[in-house]
């Protein structure tokens, strides 16, 4: 299994292109979700699914949108890129995330963008 | 909201004995993760506590009190491979039918020095 991978592994975008971030699980999971991770803010959740056709907004939703259209994949669009989105992106999966039991997440290696 | 709280960086020797605490006030708590993360790689899994009490894996402990809103971490018999941030992430309760989200503080940065 190759587990979650993410594409491309670094991205140098100009205020206001647009891109996709790209997420793929192979381990058949029904959670996946967006991070993004700044110094000093930790990791904040951007959106999340909990299944095909299926998504909701995290703490920090704008400017960003999501579409899950098969379980295996989950990409993450810029609209307008802005310097503010300036990050590190990690995509995550886990098997379910719902009650209490207990369900890794487990992570990709993350994209690496700047915004100039 | 939603508030966590970790120290910001802990320096400890080889060998030694290491804890992280974390402190959260939270509504809808439903489980803690401990993650490690070593400078510029991803997040990977350390601990889950839902319950009050300790939960023992090898070298790595996980404590969590939900009447005081607190958890730490134990490290033991540190190595300088353990020189990484460690994350306390809060699991919310989703009231909306969908899956619960995760929380993470802001990370301890441990530096292991010989």
């Known amino acids: 299994n190759a587990g979650v991978t993410q594409t491309p592994k670094f991205q140098v975008l100009k205020t206001g292109q647009s891109m996709t971030l790209q997420c793929a699980q192979d381990m058949n999971h029904e959670y996946m979700s967006w991070y993004r991770q700044d110094p000093g803010m930790g990791l904040r959740l951007i959106h999340y699914s909990v299944g095909a056709g299926i998504t909701d907004q995290g703490e920090v939703p704008n400017g960003y949108n999501v579409s899950r259209s098969t379980t295996e994949d989950f990409p993450l669009r810029l609209l307008s890129a802005a310097p503010s989105q300036t990050s590190v992106y990690f995509c995550?999966?886990?098997?379910?995330?719902?009650?209490?039991?207990?369900?890794?997440?487990?992570f990709g290696p993350g994209t690496r963008l700047t915004v100039l | 909201g939603q508030n966590i709280d970790q120290p910001t960086e802990m320096t400890a020797t080889e060998g030694a004995i290491v804890q992280i605490n974390c402190t959260y006030q939270?509504?809808?708590?439903?489980?803690l993760f401990w993650y490690q993360q070593h400078a510029g790689e991803a997040p990977t899994f350390l601990s889950y506590n839902v319950l009050d009490g300790l939960e023992e894996k090898g070298r790595f402990s996980s404590f969590l009190s939900r009447s005081k809103g607190y958890s730490y971490l134990l490290l033991k018999e540190l190595q300088m491979k353990d020189s990484a941030s460690y994350l306390c992430?809060?699991?919310?309760?989703?009231?909306?039918?969908?899956?619960?989200?995760?929380?993470f503080g802001t990370g301890t940065q441990l530096k292991v020095e010989l």
């Open positions: 939270t509504s809808g708590f439903n489980g």
């Open positions: 992430a809060v699991r919310l309760r989703s009231y909306t039918g969908g899956g619960n989200k995760l929380t």
């Open positions: 995550a999966s886990s098997y379910s995330f719902r009650g209490s039991s207990y369900n890794e997440q487990f």
